[in-house]
């Protein structure tokens, strides 16, 4: 179970990291 | 496209385009749209673009925009670029009235003062719409990511066409229609402070006074956090096991709360900065600082608050690493700080050269004034030993001037009435007085120090590179501490929650790009500031970079390779002296105004004779002029000519011969029919072009000559100055096709010209040298200007630029050498081999180290000393 949690919150933190720095929408003010 | 349109010649307004240099980025802006760039006509005084036939104006216009010079179609009704920049460029010409055939040119409109700023409420502050943009100068830029940060911000704001930011001395500039206050709060909003730069010279002593008092701050930070650091690793090793049991609890979670205080005092401002630019979905070199220091302290501090939850294995606590991993990057940054203040030195050294008052001459009264109440026109006196305050001509005395400061020329020049001078050179002896022509910031030094500070904040295209990767660095990094931390769960040997944590924490602290940032601007700025020590100023990075892959130099004759002016090179007396013939030649000459005449008068004067009695003086087209002497007729004029009047003058071939062999002319003196002897003039070829010369084939780059001489003159030239090839009888306009050639050939072309005449070559070229003699040269004109008129410019310019990319080299290579070893390390990948993790306090000390190298290697360059310089050194040795 452990190992499971582990490794889930890893990936998810990596996705999490991908997405807010590559994927997301920026603030809208400062959008070209 | 339709036919018609294919046959029009359309023309399109700009603004911000300042010289030959932007005319050139035009040009290569407009590339892929025309088969051959030299017919694209840029007139940079009515800010003006010709485009030949078949050229779609409207991609044209958004081609030159994007190339930071706003564009908008004149010949077409005024049609307006459809790209998002150019309509900012109507924008700003509506301002004008925009209507294109009354002011058909937008005019470059400089950031207005701050008085029209604040009159103008829609404008909110300061607008602007010329070529340097508004400067700003920036707070909490750390990073090759930040530079990516702030330049973003920057972008994203309405109106920016061009942005650019400036580690290495912390400006960041943009171009476009935009209210400076916009800027700001863009870069606030990014996380970093800023403010707008209105006087860059108080700007540059302001930031010295903040960058010392930072560096102390520093210094005091890293004080505090080592010692914790230290006496935590000290107790904790000597005292303690560092792992928590129920003895030593209580004390480590003070202890970790103590660190905690630390951390906040001492490193709070990475904490801040990581967080500003997190919530902006960026990440910069404070983000690898907060997360890898965070991340042992709230480990560390779990462990000591519930050591329970954890195997006993991975009961250690890292507090230590938090303190010293902080102490750390700050001495670091501190000691980067201090390297940066060194670079910049080549400017201080002019900004020093500006004198702080005048002896001015005001209604017969001689008072001191301050400098900037000098007025054009006012009269200056000057005594020995002083420095020039401006900018202006010699009316009364005269001296010699040292103008090294300016030009690198170390010869005192002589100066009289008539001469011009500049403000910065140093009297010599003699006293003067001089009439300012050229005041405050218009002053040839003021240029020069706006030019090398532009030039040093330049970026060339291999900076761009760095920026690119460093954009996507930081969360690469923190990808790659993801997947460590599991793949040493996963794999690794207990305790593995230990381990996951040293592991993630080490690959965030030693990933650090600081050192790709300053790896660039670094370098540029010392290597711009070396050539300009050398006389030779860098208007554009790029140029830096390009000069250094030179391997043909086009040159041109008159003025270049040659003095400029016609000069008596040898002088052959059949009967009596050779003075006596200069003083017959003169008596008849001081009638002429042609410049062959100017030589030999030149000549007479300079050995102080008496030019003999001419009555009944005659000019004679196409041959020569005579007159009448003690009863003969004195004759001086071409061989033919005297031959025609029945004189021999075969005693003289020899001579003669030997004139033309030098590029000269011939002129032979005949008295009645008596041939006297015979003078040679000829432009003669500057002292040292054939030193220069002989470096350039050493540093192995191919030395071309393009003249309007006939094909002997130049082939003489070129066999005594020791050029490869040359072109003829090319015209002026003709110059540019030259180069074209060449560059089609497969060279990379430097044009070496007077800047004035040879504009258009200038331009064609990779890269365009401007020579001048003194502070005359017209510094606008090219790429690189050269502000003595020796070619040892050319020489010194290609072997620093070399010397500068080099440097840029090392440095990139450093910084993905450390990063590209450094992380692999510190994820682990050496302990399946030979069991070896790495500290993250290693780690620190690591990514501190890194960036010092970089900046170490780069204040390296300010020792470059040139091969000539070199050489002049040990001959001077020699001869002692």
């Keep these: ?32 | 496209m339709d036919s018609t349109a294919a046959n029009i010649k359309n023309r399109l307004g700009i603004a911000g385009a300042t010289c030959q240099g932007c005319a050139h980025k035009i040009r290569v802006a407009l590339e892929p749209l025309v088969t051959d760039s030299a017919m694209v006509e840029v007139n940079i005084e009515q800010q003006t673009v010709t485009l030949p036939p078949g050229i779609d104006p409207t991609d044209a216009a958004r081609r030159i925009t994007e190339a930071g010079f706003p564009a908008q179609i004149l010949d077409a009704g005024s049609t307006v670029a459809k790209s998002g920049c150019a309509s900012k460029a109507t924008s700003f010409c509506s301002g004008e009235k925009g209507d294109a055939d009354e002011a058909p040119v937008p005019k470059p409109a400089s950031a207005p003062s701050d008085s029209n700023a604040n009159n103008d409420s829609n404008a909110n502050n300061t607008s602007n719409a010329n070529n340097d943009g508004i400067q700003l100068a920036v707070t909490g830029a750390t990073c090759a990511s930040c530079v990516s940060s702030i330049e973003k911000a920057l972008k994203s704001v309405s109106g920016v066409t061009h942005a650019h930011m400036n580690l290495a001395d912390n400006t960041a500039s943009a171009s476009g229609q935009v209210a400076s206050q916009a800027l700001i709060n863009a870069l606030e909003s990014a996380g970093y402070g800023a403010s707008v730069i209105e006087d860059p010279d108080s700007a540059d002593e302001r930031r010295q006074q903040q960058d010392r008092k930072r560096h102390r701050t520093l210094l005091v930070k890293m004080a505090i956090s080592l010692s914790l650091g230290v006496g935590l690793m000290i107790w904790g090793m000597g005292f303690d096991s560092m792992t928590i049991d129920a003895g030593n609890q209580t004390i480590w979670i003070n202890l970790g709360l103590l660190t905690l205080g630390v951390m906040i005092t001492t490193g709070g401002h990475f904490f801040t900065s990581a967080w500003k630019a997190f919530a902006h979905h960026n990440a910069n070199m404070d983000t690898l600082v907060a997360l890898g220091t965070g991340t042992a302290w709230v480990y560390s501090m779990v462990v000591a608050v519930f050591p329970e939850a954890l195997p006993e294995m991975a009961r250690h606590v890292y507090f230590e690493a938090s303190a010293m991993i902080i102490g750390l990057i700050n001495l670091g940054q501190a000691l980067e700080l201090r390297a940066k203040g060194k670079t910049s030195e080549a400017v201080r050294r002019l900004l020093d050269l500006r004198a702080r008052t005048a002896r001015v001459i005001r209604d017969g009264q001689e008072q001191d004034l301050l400098i900037e109440q000098v007025r054009k026109g006012d009269q200056i006196r000057v005594r020995p030993g002083e420095q020039l305050p401006v900018d202006g001509i010699v009316r009364e005395g005269n001296t010699r001037i040292d103008e090294s400061m300016l030009t690198g020329e170390p010869m005192p020049v002589s100066k009289a009435e008539g001469d011009n001078v500049s403000a910065g050179t140093l009297n010599n002896r003699g006293s003067i007085v001089y009439e300012a022509t050229r005041v405050g910031s218009d002053t040839a030094l003021a240029q020069i120090i706006r030019l090398v500070k532009k030039a040093q904040g330049a970026k060339p295209s291999i900076g761009r590179l760095a920026d690119k990767i460093s954009s996507v660095f930081v969360p690469s990094v923190m990808l790659i501490a993801i997947a460590a931390a599991l793949a040493w769960y996963n794999l690794g040997p207990d305790p593995v929650v230990a381990h996951m944590m040293v592991a993630a924490t080490t690959v965030l602290i030693i990933a650090c790009p600081c050192a790709l940032g300053l790896a660039t601007p670094m370098s540029v700025m010392v290597g711009v500031g070396k050539a300009a020590e050398y006389g030779a100023l860098i208007r554009q990075g790029e140029a830096l970079q390009t000069a250094g892959k030179i391997n043909l130099v086009i040159l041109d004759k008159t003025g270049t390779v040659t003095v400029g002016k016609p000069a008596v090179t040898q002088v052959h007396a059949v009967e009596g002296d050779e003075l006596h013939l200069l003083a017959l030649a003169a008596g008849l000459e001081q009638h002429s105004e042609h410049p062959l005449a100017h030589a030999i008068m030149e000549k007479v004067w300079q050995n102080k004779l008496q030019p003999a009695d001419i009555t009944g003086f005659d000019s004679l087209s196409g041959k020569g002029v005579a007159g009448q002497h003690n009863g003969d007729t004195l004759r001086l004029g071409n061989r033919r000519w005297l031959a025609d009047e029945g004189l021999d003058v075969t005693p003289l071939d020899q001579a003669a011969q030997s004139i033309t062999d030098n590029a000269g002319t011939p002129l032979f003196v005949a008295l009645g029919t008596r041939v006297l002897g015979v003078i040679g003039v000829a432009d003669a070829i500057k002292p040292d072009s054939r030193a220069a010369i002989e470096r350039l084939h050493q540093a192995g780059i191919k030395v071309m000559m393009v003249t309007g001489d006939v094909d002997a003159a130049a082939k003489a030239i070129c066999a005594s100055a020791g050029i490869d090839d040359y072109r003829a009888e090319v015209l002026p306009e003709d110059k540019s096709e030259v180069v074209n050639d060449m560059r089609k050939k497969g060279y990379t072309v430097a044009m070496v010209g007077d800047g004035i005449n040879d504009a258009p070559a200038l331009a064609t070229a990779d890269v365009g040298f401007a020579i001048g003699t003194g502070t005359d040269v017209a510094i606008e004109s090219a790429a690189i200007t050269l502000m003595r008129g020796s070619l040892h410019g050319v020489p010194d310019a290609i072997e620093i630029s070399r010397a500068t990319v080099k440097n840029i080299h090392q440095n990139l290579f450093g910084a993905f050498v450390y990063n590209s070893l450094g992380i692999p390390i510190a994820a682990g990948l050496l302990y399946p081999l030979w069991g070896i993790v790495l500290s993250p306090i290693i780690a620190g000390a690591a990514m501190s180290m890194s960036s010092v190298t970089v900046v170490t290697n780069a204040n390296r360059l300010r020792l470059f000393k040139t091969s000539h310089t070199i050489n002049n050194r040990s001959r001077q040795e020699l001869n002692q």
């Design chain 1, 1 to 32: 179970m452990t190992f499971f949690l582990v490794n889930l919150t890893g990936l998810a933190l990596m996705a999490a990291v991908v997405w807010w720095f590559w994927l997301a929408p920026t603030d809208p003010k400062t959008q070209r």
